[in-house]
């Protein structure tokens, strides 16, 4: 996850704390000194959408072994012994589980602070006290564009109003909500058309993810931005952050799946002539380190098996069933697992000679496999040119 305001602008925001510290880079099992990885938990697969690009291969039907409460209860104490600082509620659709609100309170009864990744579309006015009521820190609501374009991507007509009237819920409680917006490039030119939205709805916080090759979005490889479309929707992405920054809007704006993004930062600071700025975004790329999945940030599925990151759900590492989370995350028997938590050596191609590989770590290893079908291969979605990374 790449802060493009912090970045540029060194401002302070609750997750900085976990992905620019002086230990980040070293850790192999955490975020830092003494703390776990932040988890994504998908507590069930069942969700009241079919998004094309579902990593999950979601639908409405109900699916069997997913995680009891009892369970679930369990995983969390293991969490919180293990000092995992973040416990983040996914799906499929989390609130489709009758027990979200128990877990998610039991969660932060344990110093482990919740947050919740959710269509939005189940979101009333009820509901959003009640998230805000048990201490979830942070919703963040899934859009892949405006009306018939997010519709279309989502499988069902009338989401986009659903999840408009649950954002517009969230805002009214004081919940602190921000939007998810999947890049494609079907979508990409609705960059512009976000920026306004998050304005006119007070929205505080936006994440662009990359795509990633991965479940129903394995279907969309030649579906993803061209290194011209990518270079063009960072250039865009910039130029509205800096503009929230001058007319004074308090916004988080990020990206995520894509490590190259900080570096393309970078070097745009230093060919407008920017030395101060390119000089402070290469501290933060420094100290955040690149890619960590299977170091500070994980995955469990439904049935409780442990993965990588939640695009990786193909290796897998042990199930909280059996053992607990913290002796299966230090566990590097399994070979992905180990060669994760030390992946230079392992990285092929343009990844492994590239001058910035402290500062990315070899980018996202599950697109490299779906492109290549070796695992430490380059990331196909790298738009650095060899120029830029030296070779």
């Not at 002086?22 to 192999?28: F, G, K, L, V």
């Not at 909280?320 to 230090?330: A, H, L, N, P, S």
Request: aromatic share 10%; with cysteine.
């Amino acid at each position: 996850m790449i802060s493009v305001t912090k970045l540029l602008f060194a401002k302070n925001f609750y997750g900085d704390a976990l992905r620019y510290t002086s230990t980040a880079r070293h850790m192999r099992n955490g975020t830092s000194e003494g703390i776990g990885p932040v988890v994504v938990w998908n507590s069930t697969r069942t969700c009241n959408l079919r998004c094309r690009h579902c990593y999950m291969d979601s639908d409405s039907r109900r699916y069997t072994g997913e995680l009891t409460t009892a369970e679930a209860k369990k995983f969390i104490d293991e969490l919180a012994e293990f000092k995992v600082p973040v416990l983040l509620f996914s799906g499929g659709e989390p609130l489709m589980r009758a027990d979200f609100f128990e877990l998610a309170e039991y969660a932060a009864g344990k110093n482990i602070r919740p947050t919740l990744s959710t269509n939005g579309t189940l979101i009333n006015l009820k509901t959003a006290r009640r998230i805000k009521s048990i201490g979830v820190g942070y919703v963040g609501i899934s859009l892949d564009g405006l009306l018939e374009v997010n519709d279309k991507f989502r499988g069902v007509a009338g989401a986009f109003e659903r999840a408009m009237a649950g954002i517009e819920n969230c805002v009214a409680v004081g919940q602190r909500v921000g939007l998810r917006f999947t890049i494609n490039r079907h979508n990409f030119e609705e960059l512009d058309k976000i920026f306004d939205f998050i304005e006119a709805e007070k929205i505080n916080r936006v994440c662009f993810y990359h795509l990633v090759y991965s479940g129903r979005g394995s279907q969309m490889i030649d579906e993803d931005l061209t290194p011209a479309e990518s270079r063009a929707a960072m250039d865009k992405i910039i130029a509205r952050t800096k503009d929230f920054e001058r007319r004074g809007l308090d916004k988080e704006i990020l990206t995520v799946d894509n490590h190259c993004d900080g570096v393309y930062m970078y070097l745009k600071a230093l060919a407008e002539g920017d030395a101060d700025t390119a000089a402070q975004i290469k501290k933060f790329i420094a100290l955040n380190g690149g890619n960590r999945s299977g170091i500070a940030f994980g995955e469990v599925d439904p049935a409780g098996y442990v993965h990588p990151d939640q695009f990786t759900q193909h290796h897998t590492f042990g199930n909280v069933r059996e053992r607990k989370f913290g002796e299966i995350w230090t566990d590097t028997s399994n070979e992905i697992m180990a060669g994760l938590k030390n992946r230079k050596p392992l990285l092929k191609g343009r990844c492994a000679k590239c001058k910035f590989l402290d500062n990315c770590n070899g980018n996202f290893r599950t697109r490299a496999e779906a492109k290549t079908g070796d695992f430490w291969a380059s990331d196909p979605a790298c738009y650095l040119t060899d120029e830029e990374i030296s070779l």
